[in-house]
């Protein structure tokens, strides 16, 4: 398994500014995913972050709105843009510590409110 | 694609009793995981456990073991002796083996133990 950290876990943001949330991971990783939850919904992939390339994302999401920073194998940030309510959701981190594992483990979460 | 199925959006079991919380899923691949996390009202994702696609025992943690019937595509989890501490929201998911991969959810399923 592997140890997680987000910071910050919750914060309220006003619209039109942007936050950035880390990911800290206690072990070397070669790949980062950082999923969104909107209220009441279940989990959906934004991106994958692979240390030394950018960040893929999936359909709907896009790199000015969600800028992906990787500088090493410990270390995330994903930034949200220009932030409207719609953007109220828990963000999520996850890591898959290896290539002979499926299994994926998230972080604590961090709780987004946009008034 | 894959695609996960809940089908109950909210479940009650008495206290030291077990529940099974319902899965099923779709893929025409033959290589997957399949998985259980547990998600209490604080947003951290728990990951609970975790079958492979050519697992030949039914996965087993615990109190959580998961019901695996690969021809009828469902993989249903069981807690036996249900404590307070299980209410939460449960979601299933699954993602294909191999590399690093994206895993997909279902809608969740909120169970409330009842003391």
């Known amino acids: 398994s592997a140890v997680i950290s987000q910071k910050p876990s919750r914060d309220i943001c006003q619209r039109g500014t942007s936050l950035t949330i880390q990911c800290q991971v206690d072990s070397q990783v070669t790949m980062m995913f950082w999923y969104r939850q909107q209220p009441g919904q279940s989990l959906t992939l934004i991106a994958t972050a692979n240390q030394g390339s950018e960040a893929t994302y999936e359909s709907g999401f896009v790199i000015d709105k969600f800028p992906i920073s990787r500088p090493n194998l410990t270390f995330s940030t994903l930034t949200v843009s220009n932030m409207s309510p719609e953007d109220s959701s828990i963000y999520l981190c996850s890591v898959q510590t290896g290539l002979l594992t499926d299994t994926q483990y998230f972080g604590p979460g961090t709780r987004l409110t946009v008034l | 694609a894959q695609k996960i199925t809940q089908t109950q959006p909210g479940m009650f079991v008495q206290e030291k009793e077990a529940v099974t919380l319902d899965c099923t899923y779709d893929?025409?691949?033959?290589?997957?995981?399949l998985f259980w996390y547990k998600q209490p009202s604080s947003g951290e994702m728990i990951f609970l456990i975790y079958?492979?696609?050519?697992?030949?025992q039914n996965a087993t943690e615990g109190r959580y073991s998961l019901n695996f019937q690969k021809a009828r595509k469902s993989a249903n989890l069981v807690i036996s002796a249900s404590q307070l501490g299980d209410s939460a929201m449960y979601f299933c998911?699954?993602?294909?083996?191999?590399?690093?991969?994206?895993?997909?959810f279902g809608t969740g399923t909120k169970l409330q133990v009842i003391p």
């Open positions: 893929t025409s691949d033959p290589s997957y995981g």
């Open positions: 998911a699954m993602s294909l083996s191999g590399g690093y991969q994206k895993v997909t």
């Open positions: 079958q492979g696609s050519y697992d030949q």
